[in-house]
């Protein structure tokens, strides 16, 4: 039942969820990135998101520890003053996105940047994504936004930062893993029993009220 | 040839139709009853039925003439007069047209090569025209230009993400790649949004009205297209055989000339209690406490697992399901039926919905409690309705069955041609109208009488999961290791209560040591279970008279065996701001029915008594151990 345990207490096989979401404006790929990431195919067309999807996809990081992210990918039109609130609500992680080739949508990405500063957990990881770099590769002229422009501007805000084309794939993976490498070590419980796997969601994100009486059942 | 052979054949169904029903009650009664669908291929057109019901409110042919007269002429005025601004438009985009050109020319001409061609590239929108005028309001001082400002930018931002979401309507279906109509549909929402400025226009209506245009399509495509005689009367003419003048005015209800015309009229009647009840955000979240409060009458096992247990709110997948009238949840040749059953409904749909819906949620109760593990794979779950499970009879479970994100959510539009034929299966399509019934059932009903018809609708589609799992004895089935020790504890139960039987109640001393050692570990989650179900109960409604008597009961037997620390202390102090906060109310007794009270009592005493148990066999297995 339990999985494998090593004498050397770092790789101790390690586990731990969190929460990630999807921002930015309509048609800049979001859905695209994710798929790319969970299922490794692209679609030319996709239908625009209501609402949000919801998806799961894990990463294995070295040192034996595994990442499990529950993905909110959201509607790109989000006008919803109160419901945009709930989808980033005890998110650990964020990633926004923009499209190099639309001049406005860096201007979007930075809204949500400044409320998500405001409004989300204090400690989220942001990370900010330019996407459609297929585009600007086979057309230098479609680009829109610098490179070293926003570069800048992540630097400037602490965010992490790429350039993406979920087409290709060039570099979805790296934001996934670059976060995942970001997120708090300590949180991570042994990947010992299940009841870690269950609780993880209760520590880590959604409910964090009950998380002494989680820690304390902890049978290991 | 064929579209001939289809003229004929839709015009003769069209005439069946109205021979065979009486009136408009008549032609919905027999939707509602499974009778008037698509499978009924001699008589079944939906154009027919839509129009009827959603633009000539009439099965009196006599008065179509007119009315189609006057709405499509209605649509050519406000079309003309709420032209979009698409000359605003980054020169870029293939929507753009500049000032002086003329517009219906180019609406006609709207060249596919160019199409082709842009087929990959990204489409250029935005010309930053709002942006040039970035903070323009401080040096505006007339508060009359500030407004004109406005609202040229609120026009110009709705056509953006008009087109941003007519370019992404039904991917995969071919007919919607054309930019003539992309633009016809583009316009329609434009003219919508311009007289709903107080709503505004939101994703998802492009879907609504794309799924319309699609049912109106697939008929008319098959008449020749007309010369364009909405504009003559048909009416007066008395000489010609009525036959024959019957035939003009069913040739004219499908004249696919007008296709774009009719489909924003029916547009506009399908939208007018979803625009208020769904597409206003102060609105829609009343529907989703509305939804919860249901739920919790008519499934409150549902309920808690959902919403108090995996703490999902409602909202969050709720918006797709009811801001699209189920349009995703489907196939759009079931949403065709669904849609059909629920312009046949009289009353507000936006009321009837929900009930859909959690009609939906019973019938997958047992994916949802057996093969979901956890909040992630709930809300997968939900997201991704699995709509074979819909169809399916209350069968044992074989297996795990997959999601099925494939079938149901991003390939949808794969094989569009199916879609276009809206074929439906027999069996399908009455288990689709059973679904309609059942809402409509609850819908009917007084809300008292919601525990006991979701008992009924549980008895009928759920039964073999009553048998399987005691389910109100246990909330804790999301794990693997839950349902293992979910097996320990039925087994247990079992045992003892043959035991109890025999009278030999005192003594199950082998079987409570082995059901304590299996809960060694648990007894932190056994009391957040306990603490959580008397938060369920005191959040209740369903507050009576038994439950308040077993909760004190309960409450002596922890007294009586000492304190658990801290959880326990808790535990009591929730037990007491229950009691404070429910004082006994006699009246309360006997007022609701006594199948519903009764089920609800045996649910709530045997959870509690378990919990109860459990702690104490921890305790005794402690000290024997001490």
């Keep these: 039942m339990s999985a494998p ?11 731990a969820q969190f929460k990630l979401v999807l921002l930015g404006e309509s048609a800049v790929g979001k859905s695209s990135i994710v798929h790319r990431f969970v299922k490794d195919q692209f679609d030319e067309f996709r ?15 070295p040192n034996n520890i595994t990442i499990k992210f529950e993905i909110w990918d959201t ?22 996105v923009y499209d190099i080739t639309q001049e406005s949508s860096l201007e979007k990405a930075k809204q949500w940047v400044k409320e998500l500063q405001r409004q989300a957990n204090q400690d989220i990881i942001i990370a900010l994504a330019g996407n459609k770099l297929d585009l600007a590769e086979s057309d230098p002229s ?37 976060i995942a490498k970001k997120l708090p070590i300590d949180d991570f419980k042994p990947a010992s029993s299940n009841a870690n796997l269950r609780n993880s969601r209760h520590n880590l994100g959604v409910d964090l009220s009950r998380s002494s009486i989680n820690q304390s059942s902890c049978n290991c | 040839m064929d579209e001939l052979m289809g003229e004929m054949d839709y015009i003769k169904r069209a005439k069946k139709t109205l021979q065979k029903y009486e009136d408009l009650d008549d032609l919905k009664n027999s939707v509602l009853s499974g009778e008037y669908n698509p499978l009924n291929e001699e008589i079944f057109s939906r154009v027919l039925l839509w129009k009827a019901v959603l633009l000539f409110n009439s099965l009196d042919i006599s008065s179509w003439s007119k009315i189609l007269r006057d709405s499509r002429n209605g649509y050519k005025n406000l079309n003309q007069q709420f032209q979009p601004p698409y000359h605003k438009l980054s020169e870029e985009s293939e929507y753009y047209l500049s000032n002086n050109k003329n517009n219906n020319e180019n609406v006609a001409n709207g060249s596919n090569i160019n199409k082709i061609n842009n087929i990959n590239k990204p489409q250029k929108l935005v010309k930053n025209e709002v942006d040039k005028f970035d903070n323009p309001l401080s040096s505006l001082t007339n508060t009359k230009d500030k407004r004109q400002f406005l609202q040229f930018k609120n026009d110009l931002i709705t056509l953006e993400t008009i087109i941003i979401d007519v370019e992404r309507l039904f991917p995969g279906i071919t007919i919607f790649n054309e930019l003539k109509l992309k633009k016809e549909l583009v316009e329609i929402l434009y003219v919508w949004y311009k007289l709903n400025e107080n709503i505004g226009y939101k994703q998802g209506m492009h879907e609504i009205c794309g799924l319309i245009y699609l049912v109106l399509y697939k008929e008319s495509s098959m008449f020749v297209r007309g010369e364009g005689n909405g504009d003559q009367d048909n009416g007066d003419q008395d000489n010609q ?19 774009v015309f009719d489909t924003f009229q029916i547009f506009i009647n399908i939208m007018i209690y979803p625009q208020q009840s769904f597409y206003i955000e102060k609105n829609f979240l009343n529907c989703c406490f509305k939804f919860n409060e249901d739920l919790k009458e008519i499934d409150p096992n549902l309920y808690y697992i959902l919403i108090k247990k995996l703490k999902i709110e409602s909202s969050i997948w709720l918006i797709r399901y009811l801001r699209l009238i189920l349009i995703r949840e489907f196939k759009l040749n079931y949403v065709g039926v669904i849609w059909d059953n629920l312009i046949s409904f009289n009353y507000d749909i936006t009321k009837l919905l929900p009930y859909i819906i959690i009609m939906m949620l019973i019938k997958v109760k047992k994916e949802i409690i057996l093969e979901c593990e956890d909040f992630s794979e709930v809300l ?51 288990k689709m109208t059973e679904l309609v019934n059942d809402s409509i059932l609850i819908f009917n009903s007084k809300q ?61 001393n082998h079987g409570n040591h082995e059901e304590a050692s299996n809960h060694n570990n648990h007894n932190n989650t056994a009391l957040d279970d306990i603490s959580d179900f008397i938060d369920n109960l005191t959040n209740g409604t369903n507050v009576n008279n038994n439950i308040y008597q077993e909760l004190s009961k309960s409450e002596k037997v922890i007294k009586s065996n000492g ?38 009592r045996v649910r709530m005493e045997n959870k509690l008594q378990k919990r109860v148990q459990q702690m104490l066999k921890k305790k005794s297995s402690q000290k024997s151990k001490n």
């Design chain 1, 5 to 15: 345990r090593s004498s050397i207490a770092s790789d101790t096989p390690r586990f």
């Design chain 1, 47 to 61: 239908e625009s998101t209501i609402g949000a999807a919801f998806l799961t996809q894990t990463v294995l990081l």
């Design chain 1, 75 to 96: 509607a790109g039109q989000e006008r919803y003053k109160s419901l945009a609130p709930m989808y980033y609500r005890n998110a650990n992680c964020a990633i926004i």
């Design chain 1, 142 to 178: 479609t680009r829109k936004i610098k490179k070293e422009d926003a570069f800048t501007y992540s630097r400037e805000e602490n965010l992490l930062f790429f350039e993406v084309s979920a087409k290709t794939g060039e570099g979805v993976k790296n934001i996934f893993q670059s």
């Design chain 2, 241 to 259: 055989d009525q036959n024959q003048d019957d035939d003009k005015i069913i040739r004219e209800v499908f004249n696919p000339e007008y296709l």
């Design chain 2, 380 to 430: 997968s779950y939900l997201l991704h309705y699995p709509i074979d499970r819909l169809f399916s009879e209350d069968k044992e479970t074989k297996g795990i069955i997959k999601l099925k994100s494939e079938e149901n959510g991003y390939n949808r539009y794969r094989n569009s041609n199916d879609i276009l034929e809206f074929k439906i299966d027999k069996e399908k399509s009455e």
């Design chain 2, 448 to 508: 008292e009488y919601f525990g006991e018809i979701g008992i009924a609708l549980n008895e009928k589609y759920n039964h073999n999961l009553q048998k399987k799992i005691n389910l109100y004895n246990d909330n804790s089935v999301f794990t693997n290791e839950n349902k293992n020790r979910n097996r320990n504890r039925n087994r247990n139960r079992n045992r003892n209560r043959n035991r109890n039987r025999n009278g030999n109640n005192k003594s199950g």
């Design chain 2, 563 to 600: 304190n658990f620390g801290n959880s326990y202390k808790n535990l009591n102090q929730k037990i007491g701001n229950f009691r404070l906060s429910n004082p006994l109310s006699k009246s309360e007794k006997g007022q609701r029915n006594g199948y519903d009270i009764d089920l609800e």
